[in-house]
């Protein structure tokens, strides 16, 4: 069976090689190898190696966690990093407790050989990196200063644009046709109003691409749609470096040029996209109709909310578009979801249903502890029971005297004595069991009139939040997109009106 395999690939600001050619070797490696099989690549492009708060190594080390990744490959131990404390801790302790096999292929490293877990020389090449790291850093620290300040490019180009050389200046941005009209046509999907997750889907069906080696996603394509740089404006000093170790600066000490190469879209058509991104930012909290009442009935989690094309859905946040997360039962092949409308429609109709029935149960209550109705059985079955035990101990005494007087032998008396007994006991645990039951009902008879009286003249003639939650007490997601509704004291209320 082959491991579901991560190639993991980073290039530093310094930009050092190209990160298509690390994504290559590492993919190609990953192929090649008969028992790996590739399942996502993670890219940190721009990031430093002596530090592991990056962003596609946290959704990695995610992935891991979630038993989705058990291989892990890299070109070499400095992509994966150069803390060497902290790389040492992921080799030596982390990797081995998740079971995750860890492989870097310049330096012949895979943890699930012996003498690789023993060799003394990881350790030491990841001293060796993280002092070349902190050496190289003081060395082009003063250097990249001046270029920032000259409005040179420093890092990789943004997506749509690449990076030219001329006689006279370096580090140039110029339009690269081949993606130029990508970027232009998500800034005009954006304008349009299209979600974020609609315009990653769009993309990922078209075959498009994406700068990150990885398929498009609704946070990378906030990076492109918000960046001043599609404009024309170059934005330089964000973060400090120092010894690889990347700090944001504040937005006062930003460095700007504006007109400073040519724009892919208008900043008219760049307003217009930040305008209807703005009601649509990742984390907006999304009223939610019932909240604290939805659930998925696979998992039992609460459902998660976002837009999509102008409507607002929920879905369980537990289960991928894909199907790949278990959640103790068999998967998925689709992510539960509903729209809101739909939701609202099904609960609406469940509790006019619900109020409908318990008008015509409302005799049976009023008389439910009296004696008629279940209390009036429950009654007359104590009743009887009280009578069955009263004849099983006259008749016992009834063949003790006949014993005595010589009328029964040993034998025959100890035989009845022992049924007699077996039913006076029966009759004691049935009347224990109905006098419990007739307090029960008594209560059960009291919340339900309590219940009531609550919601006595209660009419639903459109979605009403606060009346709702008076008889709603849960609305679970089903698989199929339908929703199951749990309505208060409805078990109480069949048990005190349910037939004999």
């Keep these: 069976m082959r491991i579901p395999t991560a190639a993991y690939c980073r290039l530093s600001m310094e930009g050092e090689e190209s990160i298509e050619n690390q994504i290559q070797l590492v993919e190609g490696y990953i192929q090649d190898s008969p028992d790996l099989l590739l399942v ?4 940190d492009n721009g990031f430093t190696g002596t530090s592991f708060d990056r962003p596609e190594w946290n959704r990695l080390m995610l992935d891991v966690q979630q038993g989705r990744i058990n291989a892990i490959v890299v070109k070499d131990l400095s992509r994966f990093g150069r803390h060497y404390v902290e790389a040492g801790r992921y080799i030596n302790d982390i990797f081995p407790k998740l079971g995750v096999r860890f492989i870097a292929i310049t330096d012949d490293f895979d943890n699930t050989r012996a003498s690789d877990r023993d060799d ?4 030491v090449k990841n001293m060796v990196n993280y002092y070349y790291a902190r050496d190289m850093s003081q060395k082009v620290h003063a250097t990249f200063e001046e270029k920032k300040k000259s409005g040179e490019l420093l890092g990789a180009p943004a997506f749509g644009y690449f990076r030219a050389n001329t006689e006279v200046q370096r580090n140039l941005l110029r339009i690269d046709e081949e993606h130029a009209p990508i970027v232009r046509m998500m800034y005009r999907w954006a304008a349009a109003g299209v979600d974020m997750s609609d315009i990653a889907r769009r993309l990922n069906l078209m075959g498009v691409p ?7 996603r609704d946070q990378n394509l906030r990076l492109i749609l918000s960046n001043p740089v599609y404009y024309g404006t ?10 690889h170790q990347r700090t944001k600066t504040d937005r006062e000490s930003w460095l700007v040029f504006e007109d400073h190469h040519e724009g892919l879209v208008s900043r008219e058509l760049w307003d217009a996209a930040q305008e209807k991104m703005k009601v649509k930012v990742r984390g907006e909290k999304i009223p ?6 939805l659930y998925c009935s696979t998992c039992g989690r609460q459902l998660g909310v976002r837009r999509q094309s102008g409507k607002v859905i929920y879905h369980c946040p537990m289960h991928t578009g894909q199907g790949l997360l278990k959640t103790g039962s068999a998967p998925l092949t689709r992510a539960p979801q509903i729209v809101e409308t739909e939701l609202k429609k099904m609960v609406l109709r469940e509790c006019r249903d619900y109020m409908k029935w318990i008008e015509g149960c409302r005799e049976a209550i009023r008389t439910a502890d009296q004696n008629t109705g279940l209390m009036g059985r429950l009654k007359r079955k104590s009743v009887s029971l009280m009578k069955q035990k009263k004849e099983a101990e006259s008749t016992l005494m009834q063949i003790y005297q006949d014993y005595r007087d010589g009328m029964l032998d040993m034998q025959s008396f100890m035989d009845l004595r022992e049924q007699l007994s077996n039913e006076k006991a029966k009759a004691e645990k049935e ?6 039951m007739q307090r029960q009902t008594k209560i059960r008879v009291k919340k339900v009139r309590a219940f009531l009286t609550t919601i006595d003249g209660l009419v639903f003639y459109s979605w009403n939040e606060e009346l709702l939650r008076r008889i709603v007490e849960k609305v679970e997601l089903k698989p199929d997109g339908t929703v199951k509704v749990a309505l208060m004291m409805k078990d109480e209320i069949e048990k005190l009106t349910m037939e004999d």
């Design 210 to 216: 994406s700068p990150w080696g990885c398929r498009w």
């Design 288 to 293: 939610k109709a019932l909240d604290g009442l």
């Design 234 to 243: 170059f934005i330089s000093g964000k973060w400090v470096v120092n010894m």
């Design 431 to 436: 009347i224990t069991d109905v006098l419990s």
């Design 120 to 123: 003394l020389i990881v350790p």
């Design 40 to 43: 996502d690549t993670y890219v």
